[in-house]
């Protein structure tokens, strides 16, 4: 493995893992889709391959370019974000143990450690993370196994400090864990912050083309990377090697697309805010965001993702379903535009909880298109929905 510390970021991107092949030189690693390698003699294996559920050299590939842009040891790729989550969960939970997380984490995320995790006997207490002393509080009452940090956070863009919730995680004993999906490891690189483990959805930016579900486990932290690993191994979520070598090459894209992503949302973002039809906007560029400073600090620039509040819940659904150049899907981070209305889909699952957003919030991905388009997209389906 070459050593990419001394390089830029999009170097990394580019040429961690993906060392021409030996044989003929092809200057991206094919694809390798055996199931099964070939042994010189029992127990004597090529590069240490034997079955993919446990190595694959393109799943390997992607996990040593994902572990490079995190600054970490270890990387391991899955076969959908919460499938990852699951693995790392059961590596570092048993029953009666508790998880602290944020009251707006992904609702996935809340449903996997309420409804798979609570039948094991694990606790799951939320909590506001933008409130330090809150969280204090309450992990000192509730003495957590893992202290999980979503930042920025889902639908409002919410910023928390990864170093002081460390910290916090840190006095308790507990693993500190950062869901970097949102911001990726171009913007925000946790485990510099002090966190112990990175998660990613890769079906988000950083495939980046609405075309792979995936998702990893980062740490540099070594008993919890063998833990991972086993899970891995012994429970199987594995990423195929095709979607590996998908994400692999969004990833090479990574930068150039999110900066664009970014400067087309801060174009949106501004628009709206001057538009007096629209209550609120959520996007950390805004200086009256209020976690605009500390995104300043921690993140090298402020992301693709914004959500606005309108004055009625008709007004956002009419709003949602007015886009043309917007396409109205869950998910985000492609290179194409999406258009969310969260009460109803990507925050269905936690209505009736702590977690559940008002039905006046509309989210937006915002692609990599032209900007004239995406603005006036904008404007036209505010002029249908007011
Ligand atoms: C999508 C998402 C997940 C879950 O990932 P899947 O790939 O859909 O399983 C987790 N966290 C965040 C922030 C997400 O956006």
Redesign the pocket.
């Known amino acids: 493995m070459a050593n990419h510390e001394n390089h830029g970021f999009s170097t990394t991107a580019i040429h961690a893992g993906q060392t021409p092949d030996p044989v003929t030189g092809a200057v991206v690693p094919p694809i390798v889709l055996a199931s099964t390698h070939m042994q010189d003699g029992v127990g004597n294996l090529r590069g240490g391959y034997e079955y993919a559920r446990g190595g694959n050299p393109t799943r390997d590939a992607l996990q040593v370019q994902v572990a490079a842009l995190e600054g970490a040891t270890h990387a391991f790729a899955f076969a959908?974000?919460?499938?990852g989550?699951d693995a790392l969960l059961r590596s570092v939970l048993v029953p009666g143990d508790t998880i602290v997380m944020g009251n707006d984490v992904?609702g996935?995320?809340h449903r996997l450690a309420r409804r798979i995790f609570g039948r094991w006997d694990v606790t799951v207490v939320t909590v506001e993370m933008t409130d330090l002393e809150a969280v204090r509080h309450t992990v000192a009452e509730h003495q957590p196994k893992v202290l999980w940090v979503?930042t920025p956070s889902?639908p409002f863009m919410k910023v928390s400090s990864i170093q002081d919730l460390a910290e916090i995680a840190h006095e308790a004993g507990a693993t500190a864990v950062v869901?970097n999906?949102?911001a990726t490891p171009y913007l925000q690189r946790p485990l510099e912050w002090g966190a112990d483990v990175v998660v990613h959805?890769?079906?988000?930016y950083l495939g980046g083309h609405s075309d792979v579900?995936?998702?990893a486990v980062v740490t540099s932290n070594a008993e919890i990377a063998e833990q991972v690993g086993f899970h891995q191994f012994a429970a199987g979520a594995v990423m195929s090697p095709f979607e590996a070598w998908l994400t692999t090459r969004g990833i090479k894209t990574l930068a150039v697309r999110v900066d664009r992503h970014q400067e087309n949302a801060m174009a949106i973002a501004e628009m709206l805010a001057g538009d007096p039809r629209v209550a609120e906007v959520f996007y950390p560029g805004l200086p009256s965001h209020p976690g605009h400073e500390l995104a300043k600090k921690q993140m090298s620039g402020f992301g693709g993702m914004l959500s606005f509040r309108l004055d009625t819940g008709v007004q956002a659904k009419k709003f949602v379903e007015s886009t043309s150049v917007f396409t109205l899907a869950e998910?985000?981070g492609g290179v194409e535009s999406l258009v969310n209305y969260p009460c109803e889909m990507t925050h269905a699952s936690v209505r009736g909880t702590e977690l559940e957003v008002p039905d006046t919030i509309v989210r937006l991905s915002v692609g990599i298109e032209s900007v004239e388009d995406l603005v006036a997209d904008v404007k036209k389906a505010l002029d249908s929905a007011i």
Not at 201 to 204: A, D, F, L, R
């Open positions: 959908s974000g919460l499938a989550e992904y996935g995320t979503e889902n869901d999906t949102f959805s890769m079906t988000k579900l995936g998702g998910s985000l």
